[in-house]
């Protein structure tokens, strides 16, 4: 059974003045800006509430809207508060952050870090990880575009792709990030303002009772605290969280681009912000048995959910809200990858004397084929969002604990960070295939400790920082 659609004329609508706000928005912004520091870094002086908004509506993606509802629908309790606790990486980064500033003022991107303090060869693996990782993403950001679209309206789900691309690589491209942090401000608001609405006609409409004599009575392994796949999930998914902004140079962007004395409290409270939001999108799903909705693919069941809750009318609210959330991290991760390949790929090993504007251009260069990109990778759907997003846990947990001890040690070598990686995103990859997508992160990470550990204790180096960069 499907949720309450919404006509394509009205689906065309809401794109149609939600983009030309954002895309006319960033232009106004982006008119001035003339060098490639600007474009990447926004001048280094956003401000606390510009910088609490824009982290947390980058965290609330088609992760929290769509993803949350699935694997609640899937492992119940466990998945509802697991992901919820994937706020702990924003509030986990926060001391990062503030280190990341002091370190390196002038920075640009995570590239830079790995490269000055682990070298040239934990770089090329650093900036392999980093890129395959930003693509996975934007793909299920593309995804999630097209799913949504066709669950809410008549519209294809490759007429929803080529919308939710389209946009978000017009407005990032004439902005920046100083257009992707004010748009997020906005979209922040929305999010916020939604969610809170539907939280409460849940709750008044179906109840917390209702929902839970239904599950319990057809799926109450859902509500068992020791299912075995949904405790793996609980601690797989804290540790995926970690690393996705651990290593991710959209959160290191945002690093730089605040202010002094901003980040630390920003991410902090953006992480607090963001909690709870994926325990009322994973109670939607659990309320889709007693609503006799069974969706034919489980990234599905929040906005039907929602929608056959709200009307048709919600069904608008549904879609805005996702609609939001979705390109609030897009543009994010569209502005932050290209900076990488300008950066640290073009400058590093093509370019080594290019000038701001010659970055400046290959920076929207990038932007224009990672849009590309995404949107060819989009066709066919290959696989749900949530196995997706998951796949690539194998690779970034494995960069949590170098950077670490990269930011706050000095024992640990190039070789070490470099191994750590390799075989942390091998055996990620084996238990994915092995056992599951819900072992990928947590086994990638241990193993990328352990030889941390190894490293660090019996091929020790003494790594001065100041004067290595110098």
């Not at 490639?36 to 088609?62: C, H, I, K, Q, Y």
């Not at 651990?246 to 920003?266: L, T, Y």
């Not at 590309?372 to 194998?394: E, M, Q, R, V």
């Amino acid at each position: 059974m499907s949720g309450t659609h919404f006509s394509s004329q009205t689906a065309f609508l809401i794109l149609f003045c939600f983009s030309f706000i954002w895309i006319l928005w960033a232009w106004f912004i982006g008119r001035k800006l003339k060098t490639s520091d600007e474009f990447a870094v926004a001048g280094r002086n956003v401000g606390f509430a510009l910088a609490t908004a824009t982290t947390m509506a980058t965290w609330v993606t088609s992760n929290t809207t769509l993803v949350a509802p699935q694997l609640t629908y899937q492992f119940g309790i466990w998945g509802m508060v697991g992901y919820s606790l994937a706020c702990l990486g924003l509030i986990f980064f926060a001391p990062l952050a503030q280190k990341i500033k002091a370190l390196m003022p002038q920075g640009i991107t995570s590239g830079d870090f790995i490269y000055q303090r682990f070298g040239k060869l934990t770089w090329f693996v650093f900036i392999a990880i980093s890129f395959f990782y930003a693509l996975g993403w934007l793909v299920s950001l593309g995804m999630a575009g097209g799913i949504l679209l066709s669950t809410l309206s008549p519209l294809s789900y490759h007429t929803g792709v080529s919308i939710i691309v389209v946009v978000c690589v017009s407005y990032t491209l004439l902005g920046g990030l100083r257009a992707v942090i004010a748009t997020d401000f906005l979209q922040t608001l929305i999010i916020i303002c939604g969610v809170t609405y539907i939280a409460y006609k849940c709750l008044t409409d179906i109840g917390s009772s209702e929902v839970y004599h239904s599950v319990s009575s057809t799926q109450p392994e859902l509500l068992n605290l020791l299912f075995p796949a949904a405790l793996l999930f609980l601690f797989n998914n804290i540790f995926f969280g970690i690393g996705e902004i651990f290593h991710s140079n959209v959160w290191w962007s945002r690093a730089f681009a605040f202010a002094d004395g901003v980040g630390k409290r920003s991410f902090i409270l953006a992480g607090l912000l963001w909690l709870p939001i994926p325990i009322v999108t994973g109670f939607i799903a659990l309320s889709a048995n007693s609503l006799g909705i069974f969706p034919s693919s489980p990234d599905m069941v929040g906005p039907l959910v929602a929608s056959k809750i709200l009307g048709a009318s919600g069904a608008i609210i549904v879609f805005i809200i996702i609609f939001s959330a979705l390109a609030s991290s897009m543009d994010s991760l569209l502005a932050a990858t290209s900076d990488l390949l300008s950066n640290d790929v073009y400058k590093k090993l093509m370019m080594p004397n290019a000038s701001s504007q010659q970055l400046l251009s290959v920076n929207r260069l990038m932007i224009l084929l990672l849009g590309l990109a995404t949107w060819s990778l989009c066709y066919p759907k290959i696989a749900t969002l949530g196995a997706l997003l998951n796949f690539t846990g194998a690779f970034v947990a494995s960069t949590i604990w170098p950077i670490v001890y990269g930011l706050f040690g000095k024992t640990l070598s190039g070789n070490g960070a470099f191994t750590a990686m390799i075989m942390g995103t091998i055996t990620g990859l084996i238990c994915y295939f092995q056992i599951g997508f819900y072992t990928a992160a947590i086994s990638s990470c241990f193993i990328s400790y352990f030889i941390c550990i190894y490293f660090m204790r019996f091929k020790a180096i003494a790594f001065q920082w100041q004067t290595d960069k110098e």
